[in-house]
């Protein structure tokens, strides 16, 4: 999810097509070609700027309606004369991106094998270092401590709203162990307790810095990043 501005200049999108097994879309304003995966602009008035990444959960509704009561549901529009607004319709464009042939790939793109290629994955990207989380893993633990570079993050499934999420456990420059129980995070000696989201449940302790995840196929992820590391169940 990207901040739909760039220069004070407000943009709007629509479907252009697929580049590197992703989905390319245009803002109507430059005819700027941009591309999913990074919020490159690929071509156009715009070419090599990029949109800046915003927070966005993938949850159930019962559990987001539940957070947040007072929500705007935003919902797709029909098409106009039976055809989705771009340049391929979108029925169309999503048989491209659910049967595309795992083998298919262009000089320098990624066809990375250590995964199935259609394997859904939580991707974090962080200080230069990424890796890749089977999200099948995360459900069967619940939780899953790990090091990324420099920083001790932990990685949290929800099972009522089919969520993951990653924090950074650091607090005080010192890196805390953690659990994971009946939906609340709580620090090895029992003393720190915190929301799935990092929010302190006492005032004494301090917050954990959220991070933000991309939920996707491997075959997305590996393509745009290629030295990403796998998180491997019992590491």
């Known amino acids: 999810m990207y901040a739909a501005e760039v220069g004070g200049q407000h943009l709007t999108f629509e479907v252009a097509g697929v580049y590197r097994r992703n989905m390319i879309i245009r803002d109507r304003q430059t005819r700027s070609l941009w591309q999913h995966a990074t919020g490159e602009a690929l071509m156009g008035p715009l070419q090599g700027l990029r949109l800046i990444a915003v927070g966005g959960e993938q949850s159930s509704w019962s559990s987001w309606r539940g957070m947040h009561p007072q929500t705007t549901l935003a919902i797709e529009p029909p098409p106009k004369r039976g055809r989705h607004p771009g340049v391929i319709p979108r029925p169309r464009l999503i048989h491209l991106l659910e049967t595309l042939p795992p083998s298919m790939a262009l000089p320098g793109q990624s066809n990375d094998r250590r995964l199935d290629m259609h394997e859904e994955v939580i991707g974090v990207d962080l200080d230069g270092f990424a890796k890749a989380y089977p999200l099948d893993t995360l459900r069967t633990r619940g939780i899953a401590n790990d090091t990324l570079g420099q920083q001790a993050i932990s990685l949290l499934y ?78």
Request: aromatic share 10%; glycine share 6%.
């Open 158 to 235: 929800d099972a009522d709203a089919d969520e993951v999420t990653a924090l950074c456990r650091q607090v005080d420059d010192t890196d805390v162990t953690v659990r994971y129980e009946h939906g609340d995070l709580i620090a090895a000696d029992g003393d720190m307790r915190w929301t799935r989201f990092g929010i302190p449940l006492s005032a004494e302790t301090s917050a954990l810095r959220r991070l933000r995840v991309q939920r996707q196929w491997w075959l997305g992820w590996s393509e745009f990043h290629p030295n990403s590391d796998v998180y491997e169940q019992g590491s």
